[in-house]
Nanobody, 112 residues
Framework: QVQLVESGGGLVQPGGSLGLSCAAS?????MAWYRQAPGKQRELVAA???????NYADSVKGRFTISRDNVKNTVYLLMNSLKPEDTAVYYC?????????WGQGTQVTVSS
């Protein structure tokens, strides 16, 4: 079973930047970042195919950038112009074919 290990996250002030990374122990296909704020459903933030095609939630377009390194089986999320409403636990997700895998989650807190 492929495992995902996330790193990054933490506390940042509004307007600041933060980077997340997620390393997979095996081959993955589409990889994505989701987030879940307290009392809310988990939502898709950004996704990237193995070929590099991306899509973003409207709320993060122009501020977040997803990228990947297929050799390292790693996906990244660069978050700029962070807002308090970006505060959530961020989860990495990977399509495995068959099945999917989830990371353990990493907390991102945007607060002054």
């Amino acid at each position: 079973q492929v495992q995902l290990v996330e790193s990054g996250g933490g506390l940042v002030q509004p307007g600041g930047s933060l980077g997340l990374s997620c390393a997979a122990s095996g081959k993955t296909y589409t990889m994505a970042w989701y987030r879940q704020a307290p009392g809310k459903q988990r939502e898709l933030v950004a996704a990237i195919t193995r070929g590099g095609n991306t899509n973003y939630a409207d709320s993060v377009k122009g501020r977040f950038t997803i990228s990947r390194d297929n050799v390292k089986n790693t996906v990244y999320l660069l978050m700029n112009s962070l807002k308090p409403e970006d505060t959530a636990v961020y989860y990495c997700n990977a399509e495995l074919r068959p099945g999917t895998a989830w990371g353990q989650g990493t907390q991102v807190t945007v607060s002054s």
